[in-house]
Structures are given as C-alpha cells and as structure tokens.
C-alpha cells in the first residue's frame, strides 16, 4: 500500500491528538491545536541564566541558582509548568499518551535547534526511570523525547549511558535539599559507557519538567564522573523562579 493512502487511514482510525488539551485533531492535522496556541505559555526572557527559568525581573540569575554552584552549565525549557502542561505531562507519562513525545520534540527542535547545535553536543542524554517503574509505564518518557529530538538535530541519543538503581520516594512534595538527599546514590555509569570507544566532550541531558534541579544535578554528577566534560540539559517544562 502506498505510503500515503497507509498514512490517511492511520489518521481516520487513530486520529491525533493536541498534546495540551487532548482533543482529536482534524484529519491530516499534527501538533498543538490552534486554541491552545493561544493560552500555553512558552517560556522567555528574561530568565536565569543558568537553568533557564523565567523571571519576572531582569535578574541574572533565579533563586535556586544564586549562589548555588551547578555541575551543568546551563539549560532551557520550552513551557512554563502551568495547570495545562501538567494534565499535558501526566497524560504523556501515566495515561499512555505517548506520541505526545513527537509533539513535543518539535516543538523543542523549533525553538532550540540552533542552541542545541551551538553547544556542540555529542549526544542526547535521556534522563533514566527505575527498571519498575519503566514495567509499570511502559516506556520512559524523556527516551521517547530525545528519540524524536535525536531525528530531528542529527545528535546521536545513548539511552544507557547513566542508569537508574534507586528506587526514589516521589520529589514533589519534598525541599530542595531533600530531593537531593532522596536522589543520592540514584543513577550511575551504564552499559553503555563499555560500548563507547570515548566519552562525549559535550552532552544535553534531556527530560520532561525541571523543577528545583536536583534530578538535572544528579544526573550530572555522574556524567562528569564519567568524564563528559561539558553538559546542558533540555526539558519540556519548567517551573518560575524566584
């Protein structure tokens, strides 16, 4: 069957969908619908310099990284974290909405393709999930992202190059500093690194929402451990700073 006419009954049967308010899209349509172009919030300047975050004054830097030394350096995200993109993430993680993960690789690929190619990066790092939870859901949703993200740029994506052995308690309704208590210890050199014949100079940590930092620090942790010696990260969704 010719391409075309496979696609045409793949949209008539599973139709897409808008990956903000999940409704079903017209036939042949593909991304974010036209209302909710309107009411995400993308993020601009100003924000921190360092993690990305939006401000709400010309600040160098936000409260979480004033003062505060990062073994990344420096990172951005495409959405504020509002009411809409959570429901948007929670379906794409929990409720197997899984081709949001094109959708937003896109649109990540619109805003930060010329960034991601200025950083000189070797490879896409996606954030690892706990083998259980990985049986639970599935897939691992930052994999699906740098997959599509990995298509699109022509950067290479090594899923196994850090590994998650810990189990965690859920982050968000702990502090900072107990996020990063809870996550030491979590991640660690995978299979991959004996696959490599070197280690990446420059690499871009990809997961889906980035909070207070301290899963992007962990993860960095490692990575410099292993001797990558530059890394930057990129997310879907971010929250405000301080």
Not at 169 to 185: F, H, I, V
Not at 199 to 219: Q, R
């Amino acid at each position: 069957m010719h391409r075309y006419f496979r696609d045409k009954i793949l949209d008539f049967f599973y139709p897409a969908r808008c990956p903000v308010c999940d409704s079903v899209q017209d036939v042949g349509a593909y991304g974010i619908c036209a209302k909710c172009t309107t009411r995400i919030e993308y993020v601009r300047e100003p924000k921190c310099c360092r993690c990305g975050k939006p401000l709400e004054t010309e600040e160098e830097f936000c409260g979480d990284c004033k003062g505060k030394k990062h073994s990344f350096c420096q990172g951005n995200a495409l959405f504020f974290y509002d009411r809409a993109m959570q429901e948007s993430v929670a379906r794409f993680k929990y409720s197997g909405r899984r081709e949001y993960g094109a959708v937003y690789a896109q649109e990540l690929y619109r805003y930060y393709g010329g960034w991601i190619r200025q950083t000189g990066a070797g490879a896409l790092i996606p954030v690892p999930v706990h083998r259980s939870r990985l049986r639970t859901r599935g897939y691992n949703q930052a994999e699906l992202i740098a997959g599509h993200l990995s298509g699109l740029t022509g950067v290479k994506m090594i899923p196994d190059l850090i590994t998650r052995v810990k189990e965690t308690t859920a982050q968000k309704e702990l502090s900072a500093a107990e996020r990063l208590k809870n996550l030491q210890g979590a991640f660690r050199a995978g299979r991959a690194r004996e696959q490599l014949n070197h280690m990446p100079e420059c690499v871009i940590i990809i997961d889906d929402i980035y909070t207070t930092g301290s899963t992007m620090e962990a993860c960095s942790r490692v990575l410099l451990d292993m001797g990558v010696g530059r890394i930057y990260f990129l997310c879907v969704c971010i929250g405000k700073g301080s």
